[in-house]
């Protein structure tokens, strides 16, 4: 069975149709994600079969029946969808970790009921992101910058929804065929500035926004993103290893009996 997972970006995406804000609702998402990796399946009327062949998780599935926007979910079901991502790793024991104590005084509680605000979900999943490069308390410090007080968003500098998009897109752009194609005697310097210029086109977008603030969201932007390419490249070299090491003993030569 294919496994049905979601970049960062189009993550991002179901989380504003989710919320609200998205013209689109969240069945939709799900469809255009699914369809734009088998645009051969679908040209040669093979859809169907190619979608049966899908494994869609529970927590897809109850998205798709979701009518009203802005709902809550329960840890089991925001570890579900995180685990959705690709290259993540979500753990229930984890995220309860995360929410009673690592990271508590930015997520807040339950906001929903005994459930989680879309934009808590966004929280733990730039947590998850940033957890890469940093600890529990840069964190902590680089949230309180963003997020004031968990139970009010109107004094946030900007909504975690949106900085997850903001990101999310410019990761998504970072792996695109312009930048990953640069010719560089230093590759990791032209990615940084590549980051910075689209960063800083990025936040001055929030004029009413002072300098300062302008100046933070743009550095959370540079910090998150170069965070999930560092997620990246930790994981495929982790990928590498594994491989090495289960085909050496396919390679070994056994023992001649004595």
């Known amino acids: 069975?294919?496994?049905?997972?979601?970049?960062?970006?189009?993550?991002?995406?179901?989380?504003?149709?989710?919320?609200?804000?998205?013209?689109?609702?969240?069945?939709?998402?799900?469809?255009?994600?699914?369809?734009?990796?088998?645009?051969?399946?679908?040209?040669?009327?093979?859809?169907?079969?190619?979608?049966?062949?899908?494994?869609?998780a529970p927590i897809f599935e109850k998205i798709i029946k979701i009518e009203e926007p802005d709902l809550g979910f329960s840890l089991n079901e925001i570890v579900a969808l995180g685990n959705q991502i690709e290259n993540t790793n979500f753990s229930i024991t984890a995220m309860q970790n995360w929410v009673k104590r690592d990271i508590k005084e930015m997520v807040g509680s339950p906001q929903r009921g005994k459930k989680y605000s879309i934009e808590q979900i966004a929280i733990l999943f730039i947590v998850e992101d940033l957890k890469t490069a940093l600890d529990f308390e840069s964190i902590r410090k680089l949230l309180a910058l963003i997020v004031n007080d968990p139970a009010d968003r109107n004094d946030d500098l900007i909504n975690p929804v949106h900085?997850?998009?903001?990101?999310?897109?410019?990761?998504?752009?970072?792996?695109?065929?312009?930048?990953?194609?640069?010719?560089?005697?230093?590759?990791?310097?032209?990615?940084?500035?590549?980051?910075?210029?689209?960063?800083?086109?990025?936040?001055?977008?929030?004029?009413?926004?002072?300098?300062?603030?302008?100046?933070?969201?743009?550095?959370?932007?540079?910090?998150?993103?170069?965070?999930?390419?560092?997620?990246?490249?930790?994981?495929?070299?982790?990928?590498?290893?594994?491989?090495?090491?289960?085909?050496?003993?396919?390679?070994v030569t056994p023992k001649k009996s004595e």
């Not at 969240?26 to 062949?53: C, M, N, R």
């Open 163 to 251: 900085l997850y998009a903001t990101y999310s897109s410019l990761f998504e752009e970072l792996n695109s065929k312009e930048i990953t194609s640069l010719q560089s005697t230093d590759t990791i310097h032209a990615i940084e500035e590549i980051i910075k210029e689209r960063a800083d086109a990025l936040a001055a977008n929030f004029e009413q926004a002072s300098t300062e603030q302008r100046e933070a969201i743009r550095n959370v932007i540079i910090i998150a993103t170069l965070s999930v390419h560092t997620a990246y490249v930790q994981r495929l070299a982790k990928r590498y290893v594994s491989a090495t090491l289960f085909l050496q003993q396919l390679y």
């Open 1 to 56: 069975m294919e496994t049905f997972h979601l970049t960062r970006n189009e993550m991002s995406m179901l989380l504003l149709s989710l919320k609200g804000w998205s013209e689109k609702k969240p069945l939709t998402i799900l469809q255009e994600v699914w369809a734009k990796s088998h645009q051969k399946d679908i040209e040669s009327g093979q859809s169907v079969t190619a979608f049966i062949t899908t494994a869609l």
